[in-house]
């Protein structure tokens, strides 16, 4: 079992930058892929990046790439997301999630074990 803590979220001017922090407990932290997702009102939840257990394979959804950075720090079994050049599209709850096969970097949520609770990152015009 697996339990997820994101934080960094907040409200940030367009164009500003956040960085997202998902914290995990026990001690398989670092034979798990791991994923962003983001959910904003009245939209399914998105795919947003991945990281593979040792953060050798990575993927994002191409909306984001060149603005976000997936990273992990196995040490201390957190995992982030630097956001840049944020813009209103981006607003939502930002989840993140692992996956107990350690090279996945599926953009299918429901590849995903485990789930956070949900931080939320708001970008005002």
């Known amino acids: 079992q697996v339990q997820l803590v994101e934080s960094g979220g907040g409200l940030v001017q367009a164009g500003g930058s956040l960085r997202l922090s998902c914290a995990a407990s026990?001690?398989?932290?670092?034979?798990?892929?791991m994923g962003w997702f983001r959910q904003a009102p009245g939209k399914e939840r998105e795919f947003v990046a991945a990281?593979?257990?040792?953060?050798?394979?990575?993927n994002y959804v191409d909306s984001v790439k060149g603005r976000f950075t997936i990273s992990r720090d196995n040490a201390k079994n957190t995992m982030y997301l630097q956001m840049s050049s944020l813009n209103v599209e981006d607003t939502a709850v930002y989840y993140c999630a692992a996956d107990r096969r350690p090279i996945g970097t599926t953009v299918r949520a429901h590849d995903y074990d485990y789930w956070g609770q949900g931080t939320q990152v708001t970008v005002s015009s």
């Open positions: 026990g001690r398989t932290f670092s034979t798990y892929a």
């Open positions: 990281i593979s257990a040792s953060g050798g394979y990575i």
